[in-house]
């Protein structure tokens, strides 16, 4: 596909390409995971072949690509994120990161593209504020962005102390918020278990994070049996 310009014709073929794709086993597979998407609207693509799509668009106009996308089908909003996860300019970043989050509606997007962002790797410091500036907004998936973000690239000593404030200042009671909440300190612990230890005794979690964190933490292989018992004593 030529990517230079986009305009409807196009981003039709475009469409009609994306359908060329199905794999209909792997749809059958993956409409069961995903909650809240009409199988009808998914179309069945491997996560490696979107990013090698979304990878191509980015390269070039991507600007008048991201004017046209029309969220029907998952695939389509997928692709939509990981064109913006490959923008490099901060500004420009921001700007369409502010306006995805907000169609984000199931987890499985909100993970695959937070995963992908390549822009926070190279700008850690000046993008932990603007992520966490978002954790206070009412909806869903807006929060688990930033928490799937500092689990995949803010798990260092230095932002520990903030991560931990900011998670015990959460007070929401969605699922999938308390989900992301439990993995990220799970995951927290498997490098720096004294200080995630002493965060667990001490902290403003509700009980279903709370035991969900340990209930995470004690299912990895990378904990031994005897933090595993320990752990098993601090559950609500």
Not at 100 to 116: E, G, H, P, Q
Not at 197 to 209: A, H, P, S, V
């Amino acid at each position: 596909m030529n990517n230079r310009e986009w305009n409807k014709e196009k981003y039709k073929k475009y469409i009609d390409y994306l359908k060329n794709l199905e794999d209909k086993e792997y749809k059958n597979f993956n409409s069961k995971l995903v909650p809240n998407i009409d199988s009808k609207n998914m179309i069945g693509i491997r996560i490696p072949i979107l990013r090698k799509i979304a990878k191509k668009i980015a390269k070039n106009d991507y600007y008048s690509f991201l004017e046209l996308v029309q969220n029907k089908y998952f695939e389509e909003t997928l692709i939509e994120g990981l064109v913006i996860s490959n923008i490099d300019n901060l500004d420009t970043f921001k700007k369409y990161y502010e306006k995805y989050i907000k169609k984000i509606d199931n987890w499985a997007t909100c993970d695959t593209f937070c995963n992908s962002l390549k822009i926070v790797e190279k700008n850690k410091e000046k993008l932990f504020e603007y992520f966490k500036d978002f954790l206070t907004i009412d909806s869903e998936y807006i929060i688990r962005c930033s928490l799937i973000v500092f689990l995949n690239f803010y798990n260092d000593e230095k932002y520990l102390n903030d991560i931990f404030n900011s998670v015990n200042n959460i007070n929401s009671e969605y699922y999938y918020v308390k989900m992301a909440v439990a993995w990220l300190l799970s995951m927290i612990y498997v490098k720096y278990p004294d200080k995630t230890l002493i965060f667990l005794k001490n902290n403003n979690l509700d009980t279903f994070t709370h035991n969900k964190t340990i209930q995470k933490i004690i299912e990895s292989k990378k904990v031994n049996n005897e933090e595993k018992e320990d752990l098993r004593k601090l559950k609500r």
